[in-house]
């Protein structure tokens, strides 16, 4: 039945569901197909098309990896020389399929009855594929040891606790200890310190000193947003990269930058407070600075930090971008700078007759929709043509400031 349903359309669900009802399925039938109709129109954003084929569950969708970024997981173990990957807490399957589509043989084993089912249906089309229906601990007790040799570990640890608090929106609410995850990160830990080539997926906003030591840490963004980190030990970590930043974009090909450094490194250079402040002012893209590479990507571009806790730096302007940096940060060439005050930005823009205005705030604790409506007065009487500008808010040392700024073609 579901497979013969029409593509999703929430304003036809109620119909549809009276009508596969009076053809005599029985109503949870109907109804869960229905679920999984929605289910599958919303896993097109992280499955494409494979979600016309697949199963779901609300949460299991939820923390399922896409696809684009499970596939760099998979060419991880691939390019170490991995046979076997056991996928430690499966979910859906989206990472085991991405591990399965490479040709590696994988091993999938899920704790709960009802997402292994589901990823079983899901990795059907893969016959190197196995869904095992236990716990991860269990697992790796009774894997045979010559089997064990050859497989490499990923755990994408589950960081909501199912049976607790939900929000408004009914998902199950984040945990932020390690150790309260399942798997716990403790387990992988101690994989890895056995030898064993471990990779681990966690949430891009765990804290630096909960990072274990011994691994290489990679931050990873999807067209802006920071979507994990991943940890890799063993044979899985590159040589000499303890922090990295991947930065993946549907338009661009992918980019990274990679340091030997960990965490709290001193930067190679003194920020240089707002004296520094001129030429193309750089945000770095999220993923650089979770990984805390915001000085080595000023390094990078031939720029210097403004301040040690602001991720913005300043070049010259024409100072050349290497092309291995480019896409890491976004560039805005400084037109002014100004007092931070609102009577004051209210002059200015009156005086350039600017109608929009992007406000962009790292620093400071300001409502940009808010604060948009004092300069330019209410939505509805902006003129529609006019002057367009970006306005970046900082704060430099005990300095607040106030950029007008363009942003940079490409
Ligand atoms: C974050 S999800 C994995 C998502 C998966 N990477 C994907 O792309 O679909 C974590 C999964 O681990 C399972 N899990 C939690 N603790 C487990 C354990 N001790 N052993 C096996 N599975 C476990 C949960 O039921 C959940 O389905």
Redesign the pocket.
Known sequence: MLNSLPPYDAEQSLTLNQRLRRQGHPPDTVSAALTQSRLRAAAEAKFGDFASRMLFTED?LQ???RLSV?ARHAERFRDAGVAVVA?????????ALAAAALGMQVIA????ET?AAAATVNLSPFPEARVRHT???EFIETQPTEEAQRTGLWL????RDPHGARTAEGSALRLTDPESF??PLSLAVDLAAAGRAVGV?LGPGIAHGLVPEGCEAEWVSVDGDVVEVALWFGSLARPGVRRAATVLRRDAPPVQLTDEDDFGAEPAHRPTGVEGLTGIIWEPDGAVIRAGLVAECAELCGGRILDEHIAYFCAPEGAPVPEEAVGLARGYRILERLPFSVKRLKRWAAEHGVSRLEIKKRGVDVAPEQLRTQILGSARRRPAEGVSRTLILTRLGEERVAVVAEPLNG
């Open positions: 299991g923390q399922a990896t499970a996928d430690l807490g499966c979910g859906l399957g989206g990472d084993v899920e704790a709960d997402t716990t991860a601990e994408d640890p589950a960081r399942s798997p997926k």
